[in-house]
Structures are given as C-alpha cells and as structure tokens.
C-alpha cells in the first residue's frame, strides 16, 4: 500500500518558522510523563511518550530498534535501519529541548538526525552531506520479515531466476522483480509504506531540494523478500541519473506510525512545518525567514491536454509544483536564495527555460509566462505523427509495464512488428524501446501524394533517454539512409531494464531528399529505423533508447 496525494506535491516542503526557545543538552536520563530518553550502554532509548519507542546506537548511529505498541519492527535480515549500508564508527549525542529530543550522529564530513517529538508516533530525519566522502545515497527503514505482506508490483521479491545483475528477479509465473522498479515518478508519491493488524508504517518523504533528477525522476522506493521489508528514503541515486550530485542538508523525512490508516496530511511535503527544528543546531538548517518564493500569474500557449509543470534547478537546490490546469498560475514556496534555472514542463518536455533569483523573505513574481508555438514540436505541421511529443514514450506499447518490469517479463507485448500509417493504433503498435540486439530495424509503411513525393521533408525521432548511446539511424525505401548522428548526453547506467525511461529529451532530425520517396503514390514508402551504437552488450543490454514521438513533416 503506498499514497499519493492530487495536488501539487514536490515544492519546496517545509514552512519553517523561528522559534524563541533555544535548545538545552542534557546527560543522564531524562523523563517527563513518559517522554524521555534513557541509556542502555548500547543505545540512547527514546519514549516519545505515545506509543513509540526508538532505540540508536551509540557508536553508528544506526537505529536499532523500533518499538510501537509494545511490538518491534525494526530487523531485516539481521540488519539494522541506517543511513546507505550502515556508516560504521561515529560519534553520536543527544539533548532535549523542551518537547524535542534530538539525536545528533557525525561521520567525517556527514551528520544525520533523529528527533522525537513529545506525544507524537514519528521520527523525524536529517541528513546532512557534505561531499563525496560518504555514500549517503539513501536512508532505509529495514522492517522484520512477516510484519508485512505485500507483493505489488514495485516490490522487491527474490525468486528463483536471477535475470540481470544481482537485483533483476523472475518469478515461476514469468513475471519480474527488482528494487528497481517503483513506477512513481518522486512528484507522484508523498509516502510510502503498509498497513496491516491495525497499524501502518510509513515514511514520509522530503522535499528532495538537494536531492538530484528533478520531479519526474524514478528511484528504489521499497522491496519486501523473504528476509523482511525496506522502505527507502533516496538522497541521492545515480542509477539513470540525468544531474550531478547536490549537497548539503535533506530533510526532515519522517518514520511514521499509525492506526493502519495513511499518515498524517501535516506531515507531507508541502503541509509539514517545523517551527521547533529552528534552534536546535542542525547543520545546513535554513529556517523560513531564509527562504524565498517564486510565484508565476500564469502560462499562456499551453495545450490544456497536458499537465504542466514549473521547475527551478540550479547546482544547489531543486524545486517544482504543478501549474493551475484553468490558467498555469504557480507558486514555489521555501526556495533558498540564489539564481535558478526556472523550466517550463509540458507532461515531462521542456518548452520554455528562464532564469529567476530568489532573495531571503522575498517573492519574485513573474508576469505570464507566454510559450512559443515554435518550443513545442507537436505544434508542426506533419504528414503523420506516431506518439505525442510529450517527453515520455506513454501511448507506445509496453510503455506503461517498463516502470515496474523488466523488458522480458511475460506481461510485455512482442517487442518487433511493423507498423502501417493511416489504419489507426500507429502508436500502441509500436514498441516504446528499441534495442540494437533485440527489434532494430522496425519498419513504418506510409503514403505519400505526389506533391508531397515531389519535396523534400523533414523526419523527427524523439527520444527520452538512451542506453550505451543508442541512437536512430534511418533508411528510407533501402535508397536512402542517413548518416549515424552523434549521441546526445544521456545517463550512463541502465535505464531500458530498470524501470525507468526519463533521461535528457532529445530530438533527431534527418532530411530526407525528394529522391527518396516513390513517385508512384499506390506504393507504400517504407521507413526503417536501426539502433546503432559501437557499445552495449546483448539483448536488453544491447545499446538502446526510448521513444517520445516520430512524425513526417510536412
């Protein structure tokens, strides 16, 4: 079971506001009505005073120990939940605040947090890093095997096949797992997590400001085995990952336990404020006052069957939020000061770029925006089109499986097939990957009439990510064909088998030259497009890429 909330999700998530109280370090042990920490030699033991209590070790930091209702959670395969795989020797402290208990953990050049606050079933998180020194990839909850079942798609289920690395699974029925295949982009999803017997474990995610990819980016979200359970927390990936990586603090994102229902709205991004996280000495901590607002009246040139999308990007700091669907007006709250990339999305396509600064506990305020006809390829004129131009291959065949299963999965349509201009399903007919070892060289057959034989005209191949720098290459009626264009940047790693098609949008161009087509307007043209690419392996790992949308322009 996982949540998603329709709304704008994914901007800046915490409104914090200052506070008077300044925080007080404690030793010893210190209880009041319940809500305290103590010391087992081991561990610092923290009662939130409700129904919760945490233990973390003294000397890694990791959480040891998950206690609600008197039943522990905590324990996947002998393992504890930390920071990547456990950050090993650190010097760990806590202190209490007035209704806050915090737990401070250093690392080198890496602090996290846990804080607890008086009568509430949460723990709340920061991570702070600083440089490449530490991993600090992800945090992970590692839940005991059978507190949970769960078997949904996105889960993460060892079975008898291992299919590709060590993290690609087939089960005996033909279908496939991995870790890797959550289906929700970071922007569709404000927790993860299950309920069952009454009571629910979820995290809650951050707003992800320093974390790398942008609102569409896919990542490990949770897995179930026959170990136990993980839910996960991604600072930063570099699986398909289209940007460097950010520093500085992440956080708060939240362990939260309930009566088995979704966790607390107020603690999502977006609705979640921290007014008592102000003074409490958290490194990299920006409070509101330090932050500021980027708000926009409107969009104009849109194409109301699409959603919209404004992001701010800079080397630093990432934000978004979706655009008003009546007129495009947005608002991007908690931004830190700098200057940003501001883009414009339509569904997952860039169609317009600017660049805004934001100052310290001000609004920048932008006019309507206006889109140029000329940003957005769908408004050419074509002779035939097959997809959207949307930056994603949704429509295509086998598109929407490809986010949670692998290419070879028994659910997936046959990945070759020609396809035929003018008899209707072009785009449901024609595979959402192509791979040079596994469907190259798929064939389009269309029509010309003899003013359009009679010119030359120009052929699109949209792309959404590739793999070993899989590019088209094409021919046309086997007398005519392009040359190999360069590769496009594009990530490094898998992509095609690991549930993710988002990369760096791309556009191919090739001009045809009237002496391609036929002149006998009876006879079908006969497009051919080959992957090709000098690296790669086999199969799925063959050099491949992901299509957005073709068309013959006219």
């Known amino acids: 079971m996982s949540g998603s909330a329709n709304r704008p999700v994914g901007r800046r998530a915490f409104v914090l506001a200052a506070t008077a109280a300044a925080g007080t370090a404690l030793t010893g042990t210190a209880h009041a009505a319940g809500f305290g ?44 939940s930390h920071i990547e795989s456990g950050l090993g020797a650190s010097t760990v402290g806590i202190k209490q605040s007035g209704s806050t208990i915090l737990v401070s953990v250093t690392h080198g050049t890496l602090k996290h947090y846990y804080a607890a606050r008086s009568g509430e079933n949460n723990v709340y998180l920061w991570t702070d890093k600083a440089d490449t020194s530490v991993s600090a990839t992800r945090y992970i909850v590692r839940v005991k095997k059978g507190a949970f079942l769960n078997d949904e798609p996105d889960s993460y289920t060892y079975a008898p096949t291992t299919i590709e690395a060590s993290d690609v699974f087939r089960k005996s029925d033909g279908q496939t797992r991995s870790k890797h ?21 979820w995290i809650v995610r951050s707003n992800h400001e320093k974390a790398s990819g942008g609102p569409f980016y896919r990542s490990l979200l949770r897995h179930q085995s026959a170990d136990g359970g993980g839910l996960y927390e991604i600072l930063h990936y570099g699986q398909n990952q289209t940007e460097a990586q950010r520093f500085g603090l992440q956080g708060p994102y939240v362990i939260a336990f309930t009566d088995g229902g979704a966790p607390s709205s107020a603690l999502f ?28 009246v409107g969009i104009s040139g ?60 001000g609004t920048t305020t932008l006019n309507t925006i206006a889109l140029p006809s000329s940003n957005d390829p769908a408004n050419a004129s074509a002779i035939w089109r097959i997809g959207d131009w949307n930056g994603t291959p949704g429509g295509f065949k086998n598109a929407d499986l490809m986010t949670y299963a692998h290419p070879s999965d028994v659910r997936a ?59 088209p ?60 690419s000098g690296s790669g392996a086999t199969g799925f790992l063959s050099a491949g890429t992901a299509i957005d949308a073709i068309d013959l322009l006219a």
Request: charged share 10%; net charge positive.
């Open 37 to 80: 920490y103590s010391d087992d030699g081991s561990n610092y033991v923290v009662d939130t005073g409700a129904q919760l209590v945490f233990k973390v070790s003294k000397s890694t930091g990791d959480l040891t120990s998950l206690v609600y209702r008197g039943t522990e959670y905590q324990g996947y395969g002998g393992m504890n």
């Open 413 to 471: 349509a046959s990945w070759t097939g020609n396809v035929m201009i003018g008899g209707g399903g072009e785009t449901a007919a024609f595979p959402c990957y192509l791979w040079k070892d596994v469907n190259s060289g798929i064939l389009v057959y269309f029509r010309l009439t003899a003013a359009q034989a009679a010119a030359a005209h120009t052929l699109r191949i949209g792309v959404t990510t590739a793999y070993a720098n899989g590019r």
């Open 181 to 201: 295949y959550s289906k929700r982009r970071v922007m569709d999803y404000d927790y993860l997590g299950w309920s069952a017997g009454g009571v629910g474990l």
């Open 302 to 361: 849109r194409n109301t069957a699409y959603p919209y999308t404004v992001g701010l990007a800079n080397s630093t700091a990432q934000y978004w939020g979706t655009a008003r669907s009546s007129d495009g007006y947005f608002s991007l709250p908690g931004v830190l000061p700098g200057t940003y990339t501001l883009t414009v999305f339509k569904g997952e396509l860039a169609v317009y770029t600017t660049s805004v600064s934001v100052s310290a506990g």
């Open 269 to 296: 991004p977006g609705t979640l404020t921290t007014p008592w996280a102000d003074s409490l000495g958290i490194s990299g901590y920006v409070p509101a006052g330090g932050r500021g607002k980027v708000a926009g």
């Open 473 to 532: 290459q094409v021919t046309v009626n086997d007398t005519w064909t392009s040359a190999v264009p360069s590769p496009p940047t594009q990530p490094n790693t898998r992509s095609l088998t690991n549930g993710s098609y988002r990369g760096n949008n791309h556009t191919f161009t090739y001009g045809v030259p009237a002496s391609a087509w036929k002149t006998d307007t009876s006879q079908y043209n006969v497009l051919r497009i080959d992957v090709v």
